[in-house]
């Protein structure tokens, strides 16, 4: 993208940016929200459209963020284990008077609990905490306390230590934030003017003896219909942008719902007619049930738009095959086109894949330069210096 076309963009994403933000968003109306992972899949991956007002602008590789509400049945739980009727009144984060139910469904993170939580609840009890709970405390209890928190809600807590809390105010000292969760933009915003699309997989688990789910994307797979409302705001990422130069070629590598930013940038390059080459790697378990935006992708690589399309369907055979392994198998290939100048892009899990990612392409660059590992990693400083290595991981 050039310069020119860069200071437009950005004028009026400055202009929204201050209009509408995580604490005075936008009432955005659910335009879409379809599943896109089949029957047979073991994931739930949903593909979100939301409407914006005339106005609000993103680039590719930006964030959309949503902010969402806990479930009534998890208020009414937390409720009745407190042996409160939700009426009490509170002081919100900003001493606004609300409902003790509108703090716990709207301000409080009583989902995944923490270890905060915990070291809160234990200063609440003072000397009169059980020894259960003081087993949990402190920094030389971490290890223990880490186990006894993973998998459980805050309702666990007050459910294993009961009648330390008195009144509802307190919960504002014991419970974090409920935070907005940011989603990559996977829409272009000249593809589809005044909307945003997102793609998120539904996380559900079974723990301690209750089925649970995460609260943003429970609160998308299962409390958004189309016509409902859902207060967003839009996120600038200038860590992950787009070459200036339109003709310079892109690699891609977005397994999973790591795939959202690079349908945004395809589709903002193909709307555009930027002329540089695109690759792109694709990888989930199963191409039968998982192949996201599948018939797009095909069909921009029909047309020769996108230049190389490479997928990766762990579950397929019985050897599981990941991105990584794509990348091998075309390491010649892949070279070929660092040395031409490719911008390297990778987006989805920072604990392995994108770990996984960065040791296979230093791989490929120390056998396509015929140089030690420590020269492969010289050269991919370089290439991070010319932002020409950016990774969006979480």
Not at 225 to 231: D, N, T, Y
Request: proline share 5%.
């Amino acid at each position: 993208m050039s310069d020119q076309n860069t200071a437009t963009l950005d004028a009026p994403a400055k202009a929204h940016a201050q209009k509408y933000t995580r604490n005075q968003p936008y009432s955005s109306a659910v335009l879409v929200n379809t599943r896109l992972t089949g029957p047979e899949s073991e994931k739930e991956t949903i593909h979100v459209e939301l409407e914006l007002e005339e106005g609000m602008t993103y680039l590719p590789g930006d964030a959309v963020g949503i902010i969402p509400t806990n479930r009534d049945p998890q208020v009414d739980a937390v409720l009745q284990a407190l042996g409160k009727t939700g009426d009490e009144r509170v002081l919100d984060h900003y001493k606004v008077e609300i409902s003790f139910r509108e703090a716990l469904a709207t301000r409080l993170a009583i989902g995944k609990l923490t270890r905060g939580s915990v070291n809160q609840l234990g200063k609440l009890a003072a000397d009169k905490a059980p020894k259960a709970l003081q087993a949990l405390l402190g920094p030389d209890n971490k290890a223990l306390a880490e186990e006894y928190v993973w998998g459980r809600e805050f309702l666990d807590l007050i459910k294993d230590f009961p009648g330390i809390i008195s009144e509802p105010q307190q919960l504002f000292n014991v419970l974090a934030r409920l935070t907005p969760r940011m989603y990559s933009i996977a829409s272009a915003l000249e593809a589809h003017p005044n909307q945003v699309h997102t793609t998120v997989r539904v996380v559900r688990y079974h723990s301690h003896g209750e089925d649970r789910q995460g609260v943003c994307s429970g609160f998308l797979g299962e409390r958004a219909p189309v016509s409902g409302k859902l207060p967003i705001f839009l996120h600038e990422n200038n860590q992950f942008r787009l070459p200036e130069d339109t003709n310079a070629p892109v690699i891609m590598i977005g397994p999973g719902t790591g795939i959202a930013p690079f349908r945004s940038f395809l589709e903002y390059r193909h709307t555009l007619g930027h002329k540089g080459d695109n690759w792109l790697f694709f990888g989930e378990q199963r191409s039968v049930s998982d192949y996201l935006y599948k018939d797009q992708f095909q069909a921009m690589e029909k047309e020769g738009f996108l230049t190389r399309l490479n997928t990766a369907f762990s579950r397929d055979q019985q050897r599981k095959v990941y991105v990584q392994d794509r990348m091998r198998e075309h390491a010649d290939d892949l070279f070929a086109w660092l040395e031409a100048g490719a911008y390297f892009y990778v987006c989805g899990d920072a604990v392995r894949m994108a770990k996984d990612v960065e040791q296979t392409l230093l791989d490929i660059i120390a056998l396509g330069s015929r140089c030690t590992l420590e020269m492969a990693g010289e050269y991919l400083n370089e290439m991070k210096k010319q932002k020409r290595y950016q990774r969006d991981v979480y």
